[in-house]
């Protein structure tokens, strides 16, 4: 089986990537060979019997893909993206990256012939927003206020059109928060809640820019991973009529994550959060739901983290493995 993975460089690309190459197959099958694409050359380490081709490409230029598709991978996850705060403050290359280069993608299917190929794209609860009921599912009117959300809103609609037609085999998940991201805080308006607990973790000051009675929809790195993997096992006719499935996330406040990180870090952890509002992040965060049924993915096989406790305590023990 050959994979291609768009934004091979990022975070969800690397984690993914490993967890691939670990498994060494993907439905059954065997996985053969493992495309990664991203604007910088991904990196991967060298594998016995899995075909590893790792290449530097800006997926916006016309026709940038097409070789790849000609060679008909059969999994397809499309990773790439601008982030929130950066689409939000930068309109034409969101609408470059993330909505014209998807489009450019499924073009690129569609002249491929590639109708069997399992194409995943991971979207974001920023498809909501406005005026909500308390809590939603999958079939919730999308009324996004961000361009982020816009744009992914977009992209979504496009692949349910395309796979309906019979033009390729689209599975959309809509994903929670991730927490915690390793590494550094990035421009996704979404990243302090990842450094208010990895930054006072490891010594370090953090700031929390929105109140801390927010409420945000969370899912761990690992069982993000999980579900990209799971996705791919999907029969189409259980992704019929609609191909977009919100993932089981946990519902938390910014305050119940401050008490785990008092939890498992002391009192000290603690004291390195500064509250420093910013209403251009709270603006854009508040935006997204925080409460969601998720009672078709968990149908399909999709698992939820248990508790915010093992979240965070999953994080400090990968670190210290990587240490």
């Known amino acids: 089986m050959h994979v291609l993975i768009t934004g091979a460089a990022g975070f969800l ?38 075909r590893l081709d790792c290449r530097a490409m800006d997926i916006t230029r016309p026709g940038a ?25 930068e309109l034409d290359l969101g609408m470059t990256v993330n909505f014209e ?21 991971a979207s974001s609860v ?13 079939m919730t009117a999308l009324t996004p206020q961000s361009s982020y959300g816009t744009q992914k809103a977009m992209c979504e609609l496009l692949i349910n059109d395309y796979s309906r037609r019979g033009l390729i085999d689209g599975c959309v998940l809509r994903l929670p928060t991730i927490v915690v991201r390793p590494g550094r805080p990035n421009a996704a308006a979404s990243s302090f809640a990842s450094s ?21 929809f969370v899912m761990s790195p690992g069982r993000v991973v999980d579900a990209l993997l799971h996705a791919a096992t999907l029969p189409s006719d259980a992704l019929v ?13 910014v305050a119940a994550m401050l008490e785990v990180l008092r939890d498992i870090g002391g009192e000290e952890a603690l004291a390195r959060v500064q509250h420093a509002p910013e209403p251009r992040i709270e603006a854009i965060v508040a935006s997204w739901p925080a409460r969601f049924e998720t ?10 983290d248990r508790d915010f406790h093992e979240i965070v305590r999953t994080f400090v023990a990968e670190r210290q493995a990587a240490r």
């Open 126 to 138: 920023a498809v909501y927003g406005g005026e909500l009921p308390d809590t939603l599912d999958d």
């Open 65 to 89: 893909l097409d070789s790849l598709l000609g060679e008909r991978p059969e999994v397809i996850y499309h990773l790439a993206a601008v982030v929130s705060a950066a689409a939000e403050a």
């Open 241 to 253: 009529p609609y191909r977009s499935i919100m993932l089981p996330g946990l519902t938390v406040s």
């Open 196 to 216: 208010i607990l990895r930054e006072p973790l490891g010594g370090e000051t953090a700031l929390c820019p929105v109140p801390t009675d927010l409420e945000l």
């Open 295 to 304: 009672r078709r993915a968990e149908r399909l096989g999709f698992v939820a």
């Open 13 to 50: 690309g690397q984690r993914l990537t490993g967890a691939l190459l670990e498994r060494g197959q993907v439905d059954g099958k065997a996985l053969t060979r493992l495309t990664l694409v991203d604007q910088i050359e991904p990196v991967a380490p060298p594998h016995d019997t899995i």
């Open 101 to 121: 280069a998807t489009r450019a993608l499924l073009e690129g299917c569609r002249a491929a012939g590639l109708a069997e190929t399992r194409l995943i794209m």
